[in-house]
């Protein structure tokens, strides 16, 4: 007489095979895909253009390089009234970044605010450096050129005014 113990495996008298239960097999209707990644057996002799290439758009590099722009200390704060007076897109203390890929590489243009009192080539050039890193580590592509426009010096914590006060 053969009884499954909690393992899985049958026993019984020697002559009996013993099995081990394995995992069912996933159900016809479930979608599986190989993707091939260069990384298998055989990918060795494989040339690194005939594995396909990675394309990446303006728009993930400039949000990679808004990330680390936010990131830097000194970098952005609540822009004063005289911004929001003259009308400017920018005055709300947020940077703003435009970028261009070429290739493997990428130029990037950004606009920001630094917070009163840090030292404004200091901040630019830790923004600066922040980003280059960031970009190159997250997509692979080299960045040739890193512009920093300063916008704005703000205030960081000040309250904005929505409107007055009535008595």
């Known amino acids: 007489?053969?009884?499954a113990g909690p393992t899985g495996t049958a026993t019984g008298d020697p002559d009996t095979i013993r099995a081990t239960r394995a995992a069912p097999p996933p159900p016809d209707d479930t979608p599986t895909r190989t993707i091939d990644t260069g990384t298998g057996p055989g990918a060795a002799g494989t040339a690194a253009e005939d594995r396909g290439r990675v394309?990446?758009?303006?728009?993930?590099v400039q949000k990679i390089a808004l990330g680390a722009l936010e990131e830097t200390e000194g970098v952005g704060g609540?822009?004063?009234t005289v911004g929001r007076m003259l009308g400017r897109a920018d005055?709300?203390?947020h940077p703003?970044?435009?970028a261009t890929v070429s290739g493997r590489s990428t130029r990037i243009d950004a606009r920001i605010s630094v917070a009163y009192p840090s030292p404004v080539?200091?901040?630019c050039d830790r923004a600066r450096a922040h980003v280059v890193r960031q970009v190159e580590a997250l997509t692979g592509l080299s960045v040739a050129r890193v512009d920093v426009v300063v916008t704005a010096l703000t205030v960081p914590g000040a309250a904005r005014q929505t409107g007055r006060e009535l008595e």
Do not use: L, P
Request: hydrophobic letters at 50%.
């Open 55 to 60: 394309d990446v758009a303006d728009q993930v």
């Open 121 to 123: 080539a200091a901040v």
């Open 96 to 98: 703003r970044v435009e």
């Open 91 to 93: 005055s709300a203390g």
């Open 78 to 80: 609540t822009a004063g």
């Open 1 to 3: 007489m053969n009884t």
